[in-house]
């Protein structure tokens, strides 16, 4: 995937403030997921935005807003488990690079009206009306 990133990346003429990640940051066994490398490939602010867990969790409260710690395998945090959205699921949001987890936190939940950051929601619809055709 990184590639292709980069690429589109590159060709932007206009480049936003945050590049906004449909993966993890530092919220990875490795703490490198998908939107750590591209941020450091990039030397970018970039922020994970994961749908599923690497690690345990605890759920955070049922309303929109609603946010806990979210911890990997050694007890440090490594982002937020938050809820975008009442009574949907949570999303898993991680710093990439030259971010923190608060900060982070307030730009995924800015960007949410769904359970998906804005952003990652409709370029998720797009790709999808891409691959079935």
Known sequence: EAPVIIKAWRQLRIKPDVL?????????????????????????PTIG????????????????????????QNGEQVGLCLRTRGGVKPVFVSPGHKMDIQTAGEIVLNLAKFRLPEPLRIAHQKAQGIFKH
């Open 49 to 72: 935005c994961a749908k599923s867990p690497f690690f345990p969790y605890q759920a955070p409260g049922r309303e929109r807003g609603g946010k806990v710690p979210y911890y990997n």
């Open 20 to 44: 906004l990640v449909d993966g993890n940051g530092i919220a990875h066994p490795r703490k490198m997921g998908l939107a750590s490398y591209l941020g450091v490939l990039l030397d970018q």
